[in-house]
């Protein structure tokens, strides 16, 4: 198990505060906006959806999948 975390500014220019874990899967992770309800993201032909059926933007599950592939590619060098 890994717990990251990962600050995502919006448009509006604030921040936002992630909570990430990875169980062991590389292509499927929890997340937590500040503390808040537990949603899962998966990977599926090669792009990061939200699996948990609850309504996150899809912008931010770009962004935390994209994270979540350039702190793999740095742990595999």
Do not use: C
Not at 69 to 77: L, T
Request: proline residues 1%; without cysteine; charged residues 25%.
């Amino acid at each position: 198990m890994e717990e990251l975390a990962y600050t995502y500014t919006t448009k509006e220019n604030t921040s936002e505060i992630y909570t990430i874990v990875e169980y062991g899967n590389p292509d499927q992770f929890d997340f937590m906006k500040n503390g808040d309800l537990v949603h899962r993201a998966a990977k599926e032909n090669g792009k990061w959806i939200q699996i948990d059926g609850s309504g996150v933007e899809g912008e931010i599950i770009d962004a935390l999948g994209s994270f979540m592939d350039a702190h793999r590619q740095i742990e595999q060098s």
